[in-house]
């Protein structure tokens, strides 16, 4: 009996100093507080990143040779995708080092992101403390990890402010010289290679101009979704993407970025072989680089959901290769006449029931059993 009366009088203590923490906790503190800190994300994210400069002259030049190289590859570009729009032009190539990047993409993220956070203020207390500590973590560590593997980048300016001007073309110097001294790859031909992936990902959005309103579109009702007022269940729900319209929206997204990715890979190969004398020594490097991840890179990878969207952008890739190896360019080339031709998440495994759908084709009659 008095053992158990013992027992009784801990977990009695127990719960009671439980109940005063958890109210510790949660106890209003004065003021409201955003989810996340950027000022803290950023210093998380620059104390984990390894030569995170280079000279201001070094990057400098770096920036005068890209814009040379990619002076030279833009005619052989169009004459294979097509013409720009009158009056449109190719952004001019950046050089960033790793701490360049962050910003770069600081600054992304906060055009996407902010929306969501003023209108998830919350009052400030001792939890919400410890979960933004968390957060701030997270995304951190996160860019942390990326901004030491992005080779280059194309920055539609995604919700920006218009008129739209500020596009960019960038390769991370840093992890580009790095790569090439680990792999022992040719300079001139990894930055021309690297060049003309982003040139494309630049064509496709100034040679179709309802491609960065759709994707801006798309973007703001996932944001709505999200914002606006109702009931806190619809909300947490639709912060944690599970409402229908918004899975709807994301997986439109999501089969547009693929094309948009896996056309830029078969440009980039198709272009590659032709104007690139360490084209094969390239492309055998870049598949030991994907596929040789330590177990920690496996892990991040997996817990940030980058291993999914790699395998999207292969899945667009395949798409794109297919169609362009049965049909040619000029038939691919479709996807780009607007959203309703780009293929959905099950077109991608089904090239032919794209092109039967955007051309109006039939399927082949089934034979007659004898």
């Known amino acids: 009996m008095r053992r158990s009366a013992g027992r009784t009088a801990i977990y009695g203590a127990l719960l009671g100093l439980a109940t005063v923490a958890v109210a510790e ?5 004065g003021g409201t507080s955003l989810l996340l800190d950027w000022d803290e994300v950023r210093r998380t994210a620059q104390a984990r990143l390894l030569n995170p400069t280079m000279e201001p002259a070094s990057l400098a030049a770096a920036a005068r040779s890209y814009r040379s190289l990619a002076n030279n590859l833009e005619k052989p570009l169009l004459d294979f995708v097509g013409p720009l729009p009158k009056g449109a032009s190719m952004p001019k190539f950046e050089a960033l080092d790793r701490e360049g990047w962050l910003d770069l993409n600081l600054g992304i993220l906060r055009r996407v992101v902010d929306p969501v956070l003023e209108t998830g203020r919350m009052p400030n207390s001792l939890i919400v403390e410890v979960g933004r500590a968390g957060v701030n973590r997270y995304v951190g560590y996160m860019l942390a990890f990326l901004g030491t593997r992005v080779l280059g980048q194309y920055d539609p300016q995604l919700l920006g402010a218009e008129p739209i001007g500020g596009e960019g073309l960038y390769l991370v110097e840093t992890n580009v010289e790095e790569w090439q001294r680990m792999a ?12 003309l992936h982003e040139m494309t990902h630049a064509w496709q959005f100034a040679a179709h101009p309802w491609l960065r309103p759709y994707m801006e579109n798309s973007m703001k009702v996932l944001i709505d979704t999200v914002t606006r007022k109702g009931p806190a269940v619809t909300r947490f729900a639709a912060f944690a993407g599970v409402l229908p319209a918004q899975w709807r929206i994301m997986r439109e997204v999501q089969g547009t970025m693929s094309v948009v990715e896996g056309y830029s890979n078969l440009v980039m190969n198709n272009l590659g072989v032709k104007l690139l004398p360490g084209f094969d020594r390239l492309e055998r490097a870049y598949r030991e680089r994907s596929s040789g991840k330590s177990a920690l890179e496996v892990l991040i990878w997996k817990l940030t959901g980058l291993d999914l969207k790699l395998q999207q952008y292969r899945r667009g890739e395949a798409f794109c290769q297919a169609v362009y190896d049965k049909h040619g360019l000029a038939l691919l080339n479709r996807v780009w006449d607007g959203p309703d031709s780009m293929p959905t998440l099950n077109e991608l495994g089904n090239p032919e029931a794209w092109y039967r759908r955007t051309t109006g084709t039939r399927p082949p009659a089934a034979r007659r059993r004898s």
């Open 25 to 29: 906790a949660v106890r209003p503190r």
């Open 184 to 195: 022992q790859l040719p300079d001139e031909d990894l930055r021309r290679w690297l060049i």
